[in-house]
T-cell receptor, first 112, second 116 residues
Framework: EDKVVQSPLSLVVHEGDTVTLNCSYE??????LLWYKQEKKAPTFLFMLTSSGIEKKSGRLSSILDKKELFSILNITATQTGDSAVYLCAVEDGGSQGNLIFGKGTKLSVKP | GAVVSQHPSWVICKSGTSVKIECRSL??????MFWYRQFPKQSLMLMAT?????????EQGVEKDKFLINHASLTLSTLTVTSAHPEDSSFYIC????????????FGPGTRLTVT
């Protein structure tokens, strides 16, 4: 059965800390891995990763994929209270119609 | 670009009634749209895949006769929750894939359904 596992499930840090969120997966037909940030409503897109070892960066956020070990990490440096959210990892199943299989998410709380 | 809207954003209905939720891609065509459900403190669970002009594909455990999906055009998919029960109360989110783009899915803002 295809699955996506995120860790930790929740994390509390202070402003300025650096955090690393983990996502491992077992998916029969891997097409891509995506990271989303979810606050009160629908998820907002952060990154799409398809190739191993190539870091994607957007401001204080960065992510990398390891297709051999079947995992990805999302790094956030110099965290701010506005980074508080649930971070979702999803893997796109290339074998069907491109369904996204979501992990349970990591709830990040950044304290001032 | 790549905006997806949902309507309504929230709805309260009585048990036994039906509720229709619309998902529209505003500035692109979407051959495929996806419907997700999210219960409190849980992740998004795919309910069904909606394809323009054909029947939807439902995930295991999702009743197709209860959750009616119609993808009548390249910019509109609807989800109708029939004979709603309180346990159907949830956050329903759609996403649309840009047919002419890089297959990225764009999410709507979600619809909060409360069944009393």
């Amino acid at each position: 059965e295809d699955k996506v596992v995120q860790s930790p499930l929740s994390l509390v840090v202070h402003e300025g800390d650096t955090v690393t969120l983990n996502c491992s997966y077992e998916v029969t037909n891997f097409r891509s891995l995506l990271w989303y940030k979810q606050e009160k409503k629908a998820p907002t897109f952060l990154f799409m990763l398809t190739s191993s070892g190539i870091e994607k960066k957007s401001g204080r956020l960065s992510s990398i994929l390891d297709k051999k070990e079947l995992f990805s990490i999302l790094n956030i440096t110099a965290t701010q209270t506005g980074d508080s959210a649930v971070y979702l990892c999803a893997v796109e199943d290339g074998g069907s119609q491109g369904n996204l299989i979501f992990g349970k998410g990591t709830k990040l709380s950044v304290k001032p | 670009g790549a905006v997806v809207s949902q309507h309504p954003s929230w709805v309260i209905c009585k048990s036994g009634t039906s509720v229709k939720i619309e998902c529209r891609s505003l500035d692109f065509q979407a051959t495929t749209m996806f419907w997700y459900r999210q219960f409190p403190k849980q992740s998004l669970m795919l309910m069904a895949t909606s394809n323009e002009g054909s029947k939807a594909t439902y995930e295991q455990g999702v009743e197709k006769d209860k959750f009616l999906i119609n993808h009548a055009s390249l910019t509109l998919s609807t989800l109708t929750v029939t004979s709603a029960h309180p346990e159907d109360s949830s956050f329903y989110i759609c996403s649309a894939r840009n047919s002419g783009g890089n297959y990225e899915q764009y999410f709507g803002p979600g619809t909060r359904l409360t069944v009393t």
